[in-house]
């Protein structure tokens, strides 16, 4: 069975501070990973997508990794701000039928100052 | 352009009532998907269509639940009857087709909270 895991489920940071979301997944085969942002009372908000050929992924403060090989994922926030705090979900896809998900359940980012 | 417009944003109604969802996709975007997010079940995908005709609907809970495209700018999501575990988040999403493995990058819309007493 599909799944994606994510972890902390939780997590409170200093404003300015940097932090790590982790993801593992068991989707197969993989096509592609996603990391969404999404605040609170709104629609998910795309930040990266990796397929297997790439490693890093960046976008503003924040990058993304992906191991293929480990079936892992991580979501790094560097020099946090009050806007960073959301739930940001981990997505999954399998190959063929691209729009095959697995979600995360998230993790829920408090930014304090 | 405005993005996925949703309507309504919020809609109560009593157990056992119809109700209906509705969503404009992006224009142009030939793919459209229903999720519904709940705290304990996250986001799920309930059915998704590419060019008007439904691909997957494996996601759909129950017989309660039906969705239609009619054209390209419009999907609806039905649900008769209501039940109070049907209180969740809807988000209707739409994404235009890339090449490679990449897939399609999605928009999500605002979501309509359902809430069934």
């Known amino acids: 069975k599909n799944q994606v895991e994510q972890s902390p489920q939780s997590l409170i940071i200093l404003e300015g501070k940097n932090c790590t979301l982790q993801c593992n997944y068991t989707v197969s085969p993989f096509s592609n990973l996603r990391w969404y942002k999404q605040d609170t009372g709104r629609g998910p908000v795309s930040l990266t997508i990796m397929t297997f050929s790439e490693n890093t992924k960046s976008n503003g403060r924040y990058t993304a990794t992906l191991d293929a090989d480990t079936k892992q994922s991580s979501l790094h926030i560097t020099a946090s701000q009050l806007s960073d705090s959301a739930s940001y979900i981990c997505?999954?896809?399998?190959?063929?039928?691209?729009?095959?998900?697995?979600f995360g359940t998230g993790t829920k980012l408090q930014v304090i100052p | 352009d405005a993005g996925v417009i949703q309507s309504p944003r919020h809609e109560v109604t009593e157990m056992g009532q119809e109700v209906t969802l509705r969503c404009k996709p992006i224009s142009g975007h030939d793919y459209l998907f229903w999720y519904r997010q709940t705290m304990m079940r996250g986001l799920e995908l309930l059915i998704y269509f590419n060019n008007n005709v439904p691909i997957d609907d494996s996601g759909m809970p129950e017989d309660r639940f039906s969705a239609k495209m009619p054209n390209a700018s419009f999907s609806t999501l039905k649900i008769q009857p209501s039940e109070p575990r049907d209180s969740a988040v809807y988000f209707c999403?739409?994404?235009?087709?890339?090449?490679?493995?990449?897939?399609?990058?999605?928009?999500f819309g605002p979501g309509t909270r359902l809430t069934v007493t």
């Open positions: 999403a739409s994404s235009f087709r890339t090449s490679g493995r990449k897939g399609y990058e999605q928009y």
């Open positions: 997505v999954v896809s399998a190959f063929p039928g691209y729009q095959k998900v697995t």
